[in-house]
Structures are given as structure tokens and as C-alpha cells.
């Protein structure tokens, strides 16, 4: 039986908007304590998914093992990635905040919590 025909005609949307939820998504770095393999942050996938063979010395990495100062030193990774994941890592600007986990929000919203409004746009 399908699972997105199970449960209340409400759930049954939930499941099939889930997409254009997750499209609306951004991830947010606070204190770069997410594994840069196991947790989407990049992509809205974990690298792992894409990347298939990491290397040993790299399975453990944070992503703010990642920086060195204000530079991200992805020549540092013993794994290669992809051209297009490498990218964007390279755009990000630091800026550690011990006091914030790492964490997903909607991009519609200024403050990135959900509200009617950024749920509309």
C-alpha cells in the first residue's frame, strides 16, 4: 500500500508538499558542530549520499574543521568532491557562533522562523 494514501486527507497533503517544504529550506551554520557526511547541509541531501568513497581520515570532520581562520580549505579533504559541491562550500562566509546549533530554516522568512506569510511565499 502507498504510504502517501494512508492517513487523513490533511496528512496525505503534508506528504505530498513535503518537497516544496524542503525546497524552502536553507541551512544556517551556528556553531559547524554537523558532520560534513551524515547531515544535509550543503545540499539537501548528506554528502554521503553523493560522495561514495570518503576517506578515512575525513569520516569524522565538523564543518568547522572545514575553515581555517576565514577560509575554507577544502584542499585540506583527503576525499574529493565534486566541482559543483566545492563551490558553494568555498562561498560561504564564516562565522562560528558557539551559542547557535547548526540548523535549517525557511528562506522566505527575515528570522527564519515559519509564519502564515513565509509559508504563502
Known amino acids: 500500500m502507498d504510504k502517501a494514501?494512508?492517513?487523513?486527507p490533511t496528512w496525505q497533503a503534508i506528504l505530498k508538499s513535503l518537497h516544496l517544504?524542503?525546497?524552502?529550506?536553507?541551512?544556517?551554520?551556528?556553531?559547524?558542530?554537523?558532520?560534513?557526511?551524515?547531515?544535509?547541509?550543503?545540499?539537501?541531501?548528506p554528502l554521503c549520499e553523493?560522495?561514495?568513497d570518503i576517506a578515512p581520515n575525513d569520516i569524522?570532520?565538523?564543518?568547522r574543521d572545514m575553515w581555517d581562520g576565514?577560509?575554507?580549505?577544502?584542499?585540506?579533504?583527503?576525499?574529493?568532491?565534486?566541482?559543483y559541491i566545492i563551490t558553494p562550500i568555498q562561498h560561504i562566509v564564516s562565522c562560528f557562533v558557539d551559542s547557535l546549533e547548526d540548523t535549517w530554516v525557511l528562506s522566505a522568512s527575515l528570522n527564519g522562523q515559519?509564519?502564515?506569510k513565509?509559508?504563502?511565499?
Open 5 to 8: 494514501t494512508n492517513g487523513s
Open 70 to 83: 576565514e577560509v575554507c580549505n577544502v584542499a585540506s579533504l583527503h576525499t574529493l568532491l565534486p566541482h
Open 60 to 63: 569524522c570532520l565538523k564543518i
Open 50 to 52: 553523493v560522495v561514495q
Open 21 to 45: 517544504l524542503k525546497d524552502g529550506l536553507t541551512f544556517k551554520i551556528g556553531d559547524g558542530d554537523t558532520n560534513i557526511w551524515f547531515r544535509p547541509w550543503i545540499l539537501k541531501q
Open 114 to 116: 515559519y509564519t502564515t
Open 118 to 121: 513565509s509559508g504563502y511565499t
